[in-house]
């Protein structure tokens, strides 16, 4: 079986959203871009006990925004330990 032996997440950029639904039937978790997600989709996700990744967050506000919302991984190119 594909992924029975490492994590998997589907990868939505914006325009790609009807894949949501590709991911859940399949039961793999998303890495979704910034602009597409909401905290309904975040909850449905976690409904389905399924993750969610967050691309590419390079601002600590973005950064606090997104964790409120309550994901599960950020995706960064910048990094300040210290922020």
Same mark, same amino acid.
């Given at each position: 079986?594909?992924?029975? @032996?490492?994590?998997? %997440?589907? /990868? =939505?950029?914006?325009? $790609?959203?009807?894949?949501? #639904?590709?991911?859940?039937?399949?039961?793999?978790?998303?890495?979704?871009?910034? @602009?597409?997600?909401? %905290?309904? /989709? =975040?909850?449905?996700? $976690?409904?389905?006990?399924? #993750?969610?990744?967050?691309?590419?967050?390079?601002?600590?506000?973005?950064?606090? @925004?997104?964790?409120?919302?309550?994901?599960?991984?950020?995706?960064?190119?910048?990094?300040?330990?210290?922020?």
């Amino acid at each position: 079986m594909l992924g029975s @032996k490492i994590h998997l %997440q589907h /990868l =939505i950029e914006n325009g $790609h959203l009807f894949l949501t #639904k590709w991911a859940k039937f399949f039961k793999i978790d998303i890495d979704i871009e910034d @602009k597409c997600l909401t %905290q309904e /989709l =975040i909850d449905e996700f $976690h409904k389905a006990n399924l #993750k969610v990744n967050c691309w590419t967050i390079d601002s600590i506000e973005n950064v606090r @925004k997104f964790e409120k919302m309550g994901v599960d991984y950020i995706t960064t190119n910048e990094f300040d330990q210290d922020a």
